[in-house]
């Protein structure tokens, strides 16, 4: 019988909604700005050594607030300097926000966006096809990497793009996060969870891995951060579902999983390796890493 549940990418706009709950219920962006504002400078400290432009890639930059972030960091590193900042992001949702997000900010005079709607892969194969192998200072890719068919020839392929003093910045959930095994248990409970459909459960440990593997050198740090996921345990509550969705990245997981594994992801969610009862609320441990790759 044909498994009724799908990947909630099938459905854009639903998975821009279940994205923009999660940020708002998570410390997600908060815990990523603190490590923008403390350890960044140190990563960027000699990308635009004796450069009149500074180009930067950001690969699933979604509504920029990241983006925006390292760039400011970026222009205070090097002041006065022109920064090239070009963006891969096939939503076109994602992308009227980031353009929303830029024409609010200020200070961004030196700066040109460009926005490319489509995918990494679609970039790459653009390149191919136009024979052009533009070099970039600084390219990132936050919270992205779970969606490209092929890791190791996506790395591959950006890390072919880094100048010599560039880095490659990749942020994940982190080997700790419960993410992976709320999604371990759904494969553990056989072919109806969608796994195969567009999403690649990654962490850093098997990232790590990956980068061993092609022999990369790298700096690894930990975020600890974490989302409160009370709504979750309410019976037919929206919000609740909603982030259901996006914990297990499976399209309306509340109304199509069997409810056995229903009830097993819920009991996995509520597990203590997996989150805490703190002041009423259930907080869910979402830790990440950032990986930052030399050229
Ligand atoms: C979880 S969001 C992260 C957005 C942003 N980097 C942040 O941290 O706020 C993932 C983003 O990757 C984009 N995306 C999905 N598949 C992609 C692909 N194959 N190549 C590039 N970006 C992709 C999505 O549209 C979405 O904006």
């Known amino acids: 019988m044909a498994s009724p549940m799908r990947s909630l990418l099938v459905d854009p706009a639903r998975y821009v909604q279940a994205f923009r ?24 400290a000699r990308i635009g050594n004796g450069k009149s432009t500074i180009n930067v890639l950001s690969v699933g930059g979604g509504a920029g607030e990241m983006d925006l972030l390292i760039l400011s960091k970026i222009q205070a590193r090097y002041p006065g300097v022109t920064i090239n900042n070009e963006v891969v992001e ?29 995918t990494a892969y679609e970039y790459e194969s ?7 192998s533009k070099k970039w200072d600084f390219i990132h890719m936050i919270q992205m990497l779970y969606y490209v068919r092929d890791i190791p020839a996506t790395i591959r392929y950006f890390h072919s793009l880094l100048e010599s003093q560039a880095k490659l910045l990749v942020i994940l959930v982190s080997g700790e996060s419960c993410f992976i095994s709320a999604v371990q248990l759904g494969k553990s409970h056989g072919s109806s969870f969608p796994l195969e459909d567009l999403c ?16 990369l050198k790298y700096q690894l740090y930990e975020l600890p951060s974490y989302m409160d996921i009370t709504s979750c345990f309410i019976e037919g509550n929206k919000d609740g579902e909603l982030l259901l969705d996006f914990l297990t990245e499976t399209l309306e997981f509340s109304k199509t999983a069997p409810p056995e594994l229903k009830r097993q992801i819920i009991e996995e969610l509520r597990k203590p390796g997996c989150s805490e009862n703190r002041d009423g609320k259930v907080l869910f441990h979402n830790n990440l890493s950032v990986i930052v790759i030399e050229p």
């Open 200 to 215: 690649t459960y990654i962490s850093s440990a098997s990232f790590s891995r990956i980068l061993d593997s092609a022999g």
């Open 126 to 132: 653009r390149m191919n096809a136009e024979k052009k």
């Open 90 to 118: 096939p939503s076109a949702d994602q992308i009227s926000k980031y353009k929303e997000h830029v024409a609010k900010a200020s200070n961004l005079e030196n700066i040109k966006f460009t926005w490319h709607k489509e």
């Open 21 to 44: 709950l999660f940020l708002e219920r998570s410390t997600e962006h908060q815990c990523m700005k603190e490590f923008m504002d403390k350890q960044l400078p140190d990563v960027i």
